[in-house]
C-alpha cells in the first residue's frame, strides 16, 4: 500500500469517525422527540390512573367509616332512626362525599340482639385520560346487633 493510498485510507477513517459522532447527536435529538411525542399518551394516563384509584380508595375508606358509624348509632338507638342517618350523613360530609349523591339503607333492629344492617352505596366516576371512563359502583355494609332492651 502507497503513502498516497494509506492517507487516503485515513481521510475516510475520519470521515467515518466525524460521521458517527453527527449521527450520535441526531440520534439524541431524535429520542428526545420521541419522548415529547410520546410522554402525553403513555405516562400521563399511567400518572392519571394512581390519582383517580386512590380517589376510589379514598371513597371506599369514607363509605366503610360511615356505615361503622351509623351502625354503631343504630345499635345504641335500636334501629333505624333520624340519628342513623343525620350521622351516616355527617360522616360522608366529614370525608368530602355529598351526602346527597349515596343511597343509605337502614334495616332490622326493633329488640334486644336483633341485627341491624345498614347499607351505604355510591357510584363513583374513574376518568382516564385518552383510556376510558367508567361508573364503578360501591358499597359499605355494616351488621350489628341491637342494644336497646324493649
Known sequence: MSARQAARRGHRNLKGVFARVFARKHQRGLATVEMILVM????????FSIFVFGRIYHTRLVLDGAAA???????????????VYARIEQSLSDGGIDPSRA?????????????????VEITERADIPYLASWQIPLK???ITRSEVVP
Open 40 to 47: 402525553p399518551f403513555v405516562v400521563l394516563p399511567v400518572l
Open 103 to 119: 343511597t343509605i339503607t337502614v334495616t332490622g333492629g326493633g329488640g334486644w340482639n336483633e341485627p341491624i344492617d345498614v347499607t
Open 140 to 142: 359499605a355494609e355494616m
Open 69 to 83: 358509624a351509623g351502625a354503631r348509632v343504630a345499635a345504641v338507638d335500636g334501629g333505624p332512626g333520624p340519628n
